[in-house]
């Protein structure tokens, strides 16, 4: 009985592949992309708030903060620019210039005031009024994303 003769391999094949599905990959894209805009929502939200707290407690506090003042001074002009890069991310410029004068009024390196006084307090005070701002055309969707 004669055997079969072994045909020998023509090498490595490329396996079989499913084409590409354009509209599910564009909706994994854009959902990812959703997912995104969300974090990056979140996240300014909480730097928002804590900025507003520190400027709050700065405000009310005055002179028992006296020996903090550069770390507050650290955390307002930090979320200062946070908020500043968002805004010119989203083209508000204007509202980028006020966050950019907040940075340079709470540089710690060079400070312009100290926390000592009446007129100090009502500036911390009136200092988070840009970050009120900021949540409530966030909330209502005043500011546009790019």
């Known amino acids: 009985m004669p055997t079969k003769a072994k045909t020998p391999s023509t090498g ?59 770390v507050i001074r650290f955390l307002v002009a930090a ?10 991310h989203t083209r508000r410029y204007a509202f980028a210039a006020v966050f950019a004068m907040l940075v340079l009024l709470y540089n710690p390196v060079a400070p312009l005031f100290s926390f000592s006084g009446n007129w100090q307090r009502a500036l911390v005070l009136a200092s988070a009024i840009p970050f009120v701002m900021s949540l409530v055309w966030h909330k ?5 994303h790019a």
Not at 30 to 51: C, F, H, M, N, P
Not at 79 to 88: F, L, R
């Open 12 to 70: 490595w094949e490329v396996p079989l592949t499913k084409p590409l599905d354009q509209v599910a990959w564009q909706a994994w894209v854009e959902k990812g992309r959703a997912q995104d805009r969300r974090s990056s929502a979140a996240r300014l939200q909480v730097i928002t708030w804590a900025a507003i707290g520190v400027l709050l407690a700065a405000a009310g506090l005055g002179v028992f903060l006296v020996p903090y003042e550069v």
């Open 140 to 144: 209502f969707g005043v500011v546009r």
């Open 79 to 88: 979320g200062s620019a946070v908020v500043m890069v968002q805004a010119i």
